[in-house]
C-alpha cells in the first residue's frame, strides 16, 4: 500500500520534471518508479 502511495507521488513530480524540461530529474523520478515496481511488484 505504500509503494503504491509512493509510486503514484513519485508520478506527479515525474510529470512536473518533464513539464518543467528538467529531463534528468525526470529520469531519476522514472529509476525510482522502476525500482518500486520492479520490488513490489505493483504496476
Not at 20 to 27: I, L, M, S, T, W
Amino acid at each position: 500500500m505504500l509503494a503504491k502511495r509512493e509510486k503514484e507521488n513519485l508520478k506527479r513530480q515525474l510529470a512536473v520534471a518533464i513539464e518543467k524540461e528538467e529531463y534528468e530529474e525526470a529520469a531519476k523520478i522514472r529509476d525510482r518508479i522502476r525500482n518500486i515496481e520492479k520490488e513490489g511488484g505493483e504496476q
